[in-house]
């Protein structure tokens, strides 16, 4: 079976009011890159990819005029695609949704939130992912209240074969310093942003805990925004959220082969999952964002993962539309695990 997990760049710009693909040649939000272009590129990536079952990290956003499942249902008939149901959790206000596009003849699929739900107190622990989490960020004996601004998809899966197994899509991100009136109050608002990202991990790791815990398998994916050597306030809280929430000194530890490369060197090269461009200095930025992390028990069962980076990938490289699309689709690459369920 072959899982993905694929941030893709503006997808919500590509769907008209119907939520049906929209192919013209408007720009995208995408540099330098038009709808037709966009979308024709993703249609390219997604058959490619052959996938049994795609976490989309910035789907298409729902709200009272618009759905990401029959977004991304369409976009999936007008390109063929055999996965072709949709599934999403908690909608947020962002217009960058978590679903999961799957192939129905092969998965059972159902979004199965656990934890409490928290009301406008919240609640200590692994509370429900659309709920508040009380927790101390900087050690002042007074709980703070941290929201996930994109909460994490937890789904139910069953394969055609009966094996039941659980999934997390997650997105974290630190919000930029908006607003500061200097640079000594940007600093200010970037670190207490940070601090809410790991608070999210934490409740992440939280909820990993209880679920493995359980002896139930578990795979989680999507973009952390984070990683080894990424952060400039690494040092200053001591780890990021990729090793929070991997948590290898814990009871109950996650493998990514990528970030298990990455924190076991400091230097030197490294993989990578996206590229973007740096207005400012005039080139390219690649970095380790986007994971597929899995428990002991799917560890077992012979998972091989891939980044789908053109310019790294033999294959991809020698493929040149596809080598093309991948540039076009969008900023991030799409990671795959085969594994044997």
Not at 239 to 257: A, F, K, M, N, Q
Request: include cysteine; charged fraction near 25%.
């Amino acid at each position: 079976m072959r899982i993905a997990t694929y941030n893709v760049e503006w997808f919500a710009n590509l769907f008209d009011a119907d939520d049906q693909p929209l192919s013209d040649a408007g720009w995208s939000g995408r540099r330098d890159v038009t709808r037709a272009s966009q979308l024709a590129a993703l249609g390219t990536v997604f058959t490619a990819l052959d996938a049994d079952a795609i976490m989309v990290i910035e789907a298409p956003d729902t709200g009272r005029k618009h759905s990401t499942v029959t977004a991304l249902e369409s976009f999936a008939a007008r390109f063929g695609l055999r996965t072709h149901a949709a599934v999403m959790g908690f909608a947020n206000d962002t217009q960058q949704e978590i679903a999961l596009l799957y192939d129905p003849d092969i998965l059972t699929v159902h979004h199965d939130p656990q934890g409490q739900e928290t009301g406008r107190d919240g609640a200590t622990g692994a509370p429900r992912f659309d709920g508040i989490l009380r927790i101390d960020l900087d050690i002042d004996a007074t709980e703070d209240l941290v929201v996930f601004s994109k909460p994490p998809l937890e789904l139910t899966l069953e394969t055609a074969s009966g094996f039941l197994f659980r999934m997390i899509g997650a997105h974290l991100k630190s919000k930029a310093p908006y607003g500061a009136r200097n640079e000594a109050h940007a600093m200010q608002i970037a670190i207490a942003n940070r601090r809410k990202q790991l608070a999210q991990a934490v409740w992440l790791r939280g909820r990993i805990d209880a679920t493995v815990a359980q002896d139930v398998p578990l795979m989680v994916l999507g973009d952390l925004n984070d990683g080894p050597g990424l952060d400039a306030f690494e040092n200053l809280f001591g780890r990021s959220s990729v090793e929070v929430i991997l948590g290898t000194d814990g009871p109950h530890p996650l493998y990514d082969p990528h970030a298990a490369r990455a924190l076991g060197q400091r230097l030197g090269a490294m993989p990578t999952t996206s590229r973007f461009w740096i207005r400012e200095e005039g080139r390219f930025l690649q970095a380790l964002l986007d994971y597929v992390m899995v428990c002991p028990q799917l560890r077992a069962k012979n998972p091989r993962w891939r980044i789908w980076h053109p310019l790294d990938d033999p294959d991809c490289w020698r493929d040149p539309v596809l080598r093309d699309a991948l540039v076009t689709a969008s900023d991030h690459f799409p990671v795959t695990i085969d594994i044997d369920l």
